[in-house]
C-alpha cells in the first residue's frame, strides 16, 4: 500500500540583510518604529533591498507524512484546472492551480519569518495568526514561484514529481481563517494583458512632415537613444512604414515601404519601431516571443529540442512585419496554426514544449482496460470539430491593415474535401488570416491546409479516462498514445485502437484524469512529392530572385553535404498559368534565378509568362543630332546557376525593343518641328513611346503593351520605328536605330529544357 | 510513553493510582522562563513553550556532530533545558511531545531543585532517572508531587541534535475512574482515507493512503460533582485553545500516551439525580499524535 503525500512550496521575497546594519540603513525611530520582518512590504531601506527568497513547505495535516521531510501542516487542499493542449489551433487553456492553507498560531520562528522575534515586545503564538500576519508582510508574491509536490512515504522531496507554476494571486479569507492561492502555467505570461509584441513606442513627430520628405524628428528630446536602434523600420501615424537610419532623435527615412504610400504627417505623429522576423524558424520566433516580449524565463525553452521538431517536421520559415502592440498569445497561436503546432507547458519538467501536428505511431503506449481506472472511461463525438474547406489567407499587403481583411491580402489558397463533404451532406468551412506566410508561400499554405484537413476532415473523438498513479503507463501531457475501449472497433465488431494525444491531464492524489484527442492527422507529402521546396508564384510580380523567395520560406539550403550525389534540397519555383513575372527596369531581368550553393536541383516551371520590360522607344529628332535609337528590351528569365526549365505551355517573352525615332522635316534642317517619337517595345512593364527633348511640336510613339510594341508616330516626314513586339527588336528609322530585342533566357547553357521547349521569344544567350 | 520516577513507584499513594487516566493539561513552561545549553538558528528554544508541532514551531539543539569527543570545542555535548517554575504549585510531571530522542539514541534525565542554589546547577536533584526512550511519540514523566522552583531536562549525547517540539511542566489531572471498555487507545484510534484501485479488467491496482490521522473518544462517567467543577472544568476550559498528553491507562499501557486536542466542545451533563449527589458525565473526543 502507497501512502501519498502532497506539498506545495513557495518562494517567499526575504532580504538578507540585518536590520540597521550595513548596507541597510534603516534605524529605528527615524524609518520606522518597529523592526522590518525583512519583507518587501516591511522594508524601511528599499534601495539597500537584497532579495534572498525563502522556500517555505506546506503539507496536509496527516500523521503519515513522514518527519524527516519538513513541512508546515497548514495545507487543507489544493484543486486544479489543468491546461488544454490546442492540437494546431492556438495556445489552449492555461492550467490553474489552487491551494487552501488553513490559519493558525505560528511562533514565527524558523527562515522566512521574523529574524527579530527575540526582541518583539509580544508572544508571536499569542498575537495574531500565521496567514493573518502572512498576508501583511507578504502581498507581493504575483510572478513567484509555486511547486506542488507530489509522491509516496518512503521517498525523498527529489524523487517526488514537482509542478512548477507560477502565482498570479492570493484571496485571505480573514473570517474563515482560509489562505487560498492560484497559480498559473508559466504560459499566462503570453496573455496580453501584460505581454505585447512590438512594444509601444513612446516617441511622436515634433513636426510635421510631408510626403517627400526624408528627415523626421522626434520628440520627446532623447527618446531616439532610449527607444529606437541604429535603423529599423517604423510605422509613422499608423499609417506609412519607413526604413530609418537614425542619429539622436533625427531619422533619415526611406519612405513608403512594405506595401504602403508614403503620404503627410502631423506633428504628434506616432513613431511605433516595427518587429520583422524575415524567414525565422517558427521555433525562433515563438521562443523570442515568449523571452523577449513576455518574460519567460528563457531556461523554460530547450530551444535546440524546438529546432530539432521543426528541422525534421516542419521544415518552413515564417515572415511577418509587427508594426502594432499586439498580444503575444495571439502571434503564438496564428503561428501555432500556420505552422501545425501544438505548444504546451510542461509543469513537471518545467518546460515549454513543441511539438510538429503528425501521426501517432503505431507502437506508442497503450491505454486499454488493464490500466485504466473502472467506469471512468467516456468517449464522445465532436461534430462541430469537423472541417471540409480551409480557406488560408496569406501574402499580406499592408502590416498596418486589417489582419482579418481579405482585401489586405494577396493570395489564398483553398483547399476542398470534396468526399468529405459528399459524406457529411453540407461544407465546414474554416477561414485562417495568416500573417506569418508571405508571397510564394502557396505551397506551405497548401500543406498546412492539408494537414488541417487531414485532422479535422472525420471530427475527432474525445476521450476521457482515469489511469491509476503510479501505473506502468503513466499519461504525459501532450504526448501520443494508443487507445483501446470496448466501443472502439472496426466494421466488423473487432477490437480496434484510437491514436490519441492527450489534451488535458489532472493529476489526483489517486488517479490522474485524462482527456485526449483523436489524432487523425496523416504524413502530408509536399505539393510536388516529399522533400521538395515548392514555391508557387500565384500572383502577379516583378523583378523576382528566386534564392530570396527560397529563403522567405525554407531554410537556407545547404547543397550537397558529401554523402552522395544529389543529396542537395530540391527545389521547384512554378510561375501558375495566367500569373506573369514581369519587370520594372530593362536592366533587370524578370526572374533571376539567383545564387545557389553547388549540389541544390532547381527547376523551374512556368505555366504563365516570364516577360522582360520592353524597351522606351526612340525620341524624335531635335536639332542637328538627330533622332535617337531605341532603347533594347529586358531578359525574361536570367541564370548563372544550372536548372531544369519545364515551359511547356507557357511563355517566356523577352522584352521588345523600342522603335528608332523619327522627324517632320528634311534631315539637318534645324528646327524641326513635330518631331516624331518611336514605339515602346512590348513587355511587362512594356516600353514608353519616344519623346523629344524640347516641349514644341512633339508627336511622340505609341507605348507598347504586354502584346505588342507600339506604333512609331508617322505623322511627320521621316516616320519613326515601330517598338519590337515581344522578343522582338525595334523598328530602325534613318534617323535612329531600333532597340535591341531583351532575351527570353539570359544564361542558355546552365538550362537543361524537360520536355518540349515552350513559347519562347527572344534570343537565348549566354 | 509514561516513564515513572523510581521513587513514585514506591509510593504507596501511587500504587492506589497506577492505573488511573492521566490527562497534563497544566503547563507553567513559558517563552520566558525556559531556557536552554545551544540552539540552532531559527528553532529557539522559546518554541517549546508553545503547542505547535509543526518544523519551525520545535526546539534544535546546536550540536554539530564533528566526530570529537564530548566536551572538546566543536563536538556535541550534553544539552540542558532549564525551566524556571517558581512554582508554589506542587509539581509532578514533565512531558515532551514530537522530538527525535529515540531516533537519535539520547537518554534523557529530570532534575529538579526547590530553593536556588548558590552556585549554578548546585540543588538538583534527580526527578527522574536516566531514560533511553522506546520511540519518539509523546512521553510523560511522573514523579513524586513537590514545589519547585527550577526543573532541568538533561539530554544525553546523540547521534545528531536532539529536538522537541513541545514541553509540559505541572500538576497532572488525575481521573477519579479508570476506564474499562468502550475506549480506543489513542496509538491505535487510525483513522485513514483509502482509495482502492481497480481496472476496468477487474485486475487490483493497487491502494493509496491520502491521508491517516489518530483519534480517539473518553466517555467519563460517575464524575463526583465537586472533582468535577474543581479540577476537570478548568482542563475543558482551557482544552478550548491548547493541547494536553493523555494516558488513559498509565500503569497497564504506558507507551500509550498522546497529545491530543479536543475535536468537540464537551459539555458535562448530570448523569444521576440529586440523590446519589449529582455525579456527572462528559465525552471527550479528541485526536492528536501518539508516535
Known sequence: MSKSLVYVEIDIPFCANIYGEAPCTAAL?????????????????????IDDPVTLRFSEDSVHYPKEIEAIPSLVGHSMTPATVSLGRDLGQRASLSVTFKDHRWPDTASGFDKYVSERPYDPVKQGTFWGKFRSRQPFLRGRALRLIRGFVGQAIGEMETRHYVIDSFDFGAATGRYTITAKDVLKLLDGDRAQAPRLSQGFLVAGIDDDDTEATLSPAGIGDLEYPASGYVAIGGKEICSFTRSGDVLTLTRAQLGTIAIEHDAQDRVQLGLRYVAQDAAVIVEDLCTEYANVDPSFITLANWQAETAAFLDRVFSADLFEPTPVNQLVSELIEDAALSIWYDEVTQQIRLR????????ADTFDRNNILSETTHTREQPNERISQVWRYFAKRNPLEGQNDPDNYRSVAVTIDADAEADYGSSAIHKIYSRWIPFGGRSIATKANALFLSRYRDPPRRFNFHSFRGGVVMP????????????????????????????????????????AEEMLATAVEDEEGDGERVIIIDGNAFNLNGRTLHDALFPAPIGETGEGEGDGEVIVFIVENGVTVGSTDTANPAFTVGDWPAGVDITVTVNGRVQGKGGDGGDGASGEGGALTGLPGGVALHTDYPINLEDDGGEIWGGGGGGGGGASGSPGAFPFSDVNG?????????????????????????????????????????????????????ETTTLGAGGAAGAAIDGISNVTTIGEAGDRRGPEIN | ????????????????????????????????????????????????????????GRWRADYEITGEGEGEEGGPAVQSITIAVNSVEELDYVAIARHN?????????????SEEGEGEGEGFAELVQETLLANDGPALFRFEKQALTDIRIDIGIGSSAPEIAVIYAGALLILQRR???????????????????????GDFLGRIV????????VDLQNIDPAFYRSDIDPFILASKETPFFFAWRPGDYPGEVGFAWMANSPKPVNQRTADSDGLMQIDLQMTGISL
Not at chain 1, 31 to 48: H, M, V, W, Y
Not at chain 1, 491 to 514: F, S, W, Y
Not at chain 1, 691 to 702: K, T, V, W
Open chain 1, 356 to 363: 510538429v501536428i503528425r501521426p501517432i505511431s503505431t507502437d
Open chain 1, 476 to 515: 504525459t501531457l501532450g504526448q501520443g498514445y494508443r487507445f483501446k475501449a470496448i466501443g472502439i472497433q472496426d466494421a466488423t465488431g473487432a477490437e480496434d485502437d484510437a491514436p490519441i494525444q492527450i489534451t488535458r491531464l489532472k493529476p489526483g492524489d489517486a488517479a490522474n484524469e485524462v482527456e
Open chain 1, 678 to 730: 518611336g514605339g515602346g517595345g512590348a513587355g511587362t512593364n512594356p516600353g514608353d513611346g519616344g519623346d523629344a527633348p524640347i516641349s514644341f511640336g512633339i508627336n511622340p510613339g505609341d507605348p507598347g503593351t504586354s502584346e505588342a510594341g507600339g506604333a512609331g508616330n508617322t505623322t511627320g516626314t521621316i516616320d519613326a520605328g515601330d517598338g519590337g513586339d515581344p522578343g522582338q527588336a525595334g
Open chain 2, 101 to 113: 530522542l529515540a531516533s537519535i539514541g539520547a537518554p534523557i534525565t529530570i532534575y529538579g531543585q
Open chain 1, 29 to 49: 525611530g527615524v524609518t520606522g518604529e518597529i523592526k522590518c520582518f525583512n519583507s518587501l512590504a516591511t522594508c524601511q531601506d528599499r534601495p539597500n533591498y
Open chain 2, 210 to 217: 491520502l491521508s491517516e490521522m489518530t483519534a480517539t473518544a
Open chain 2, 179 to 201: 476506564i474499562f471498555v468502550g475506549h480506543t487507545p489513542i496509538p491505535y484510534g487510525r483513522e485513514a482515507n483509502i482509495i482502492n484501485g481497480r481496472s476496468e479488467a
Open chain 2, 1 to 56: 510513553m509514561i516513564v515513572l520516577a523510581e521513587n513514585l513507584v514506591l509510593s504507596p499513594t501511587f500504587a492506589l493510582s497506577a492505573n488511573q487516566p492521566l490527562i497534563g493539561w497544566h503547563n507553567l513552561v513559558t517563552a520566558a522562563n525556559v531556557s536552554a545549553t545551544s540552539e540552532a538558528a531559527g528553532f529557539p528554544i522559546s518554541n517549546v513553550a508553545n503547542p505547535i508541532t509543526a518544523p519551525g
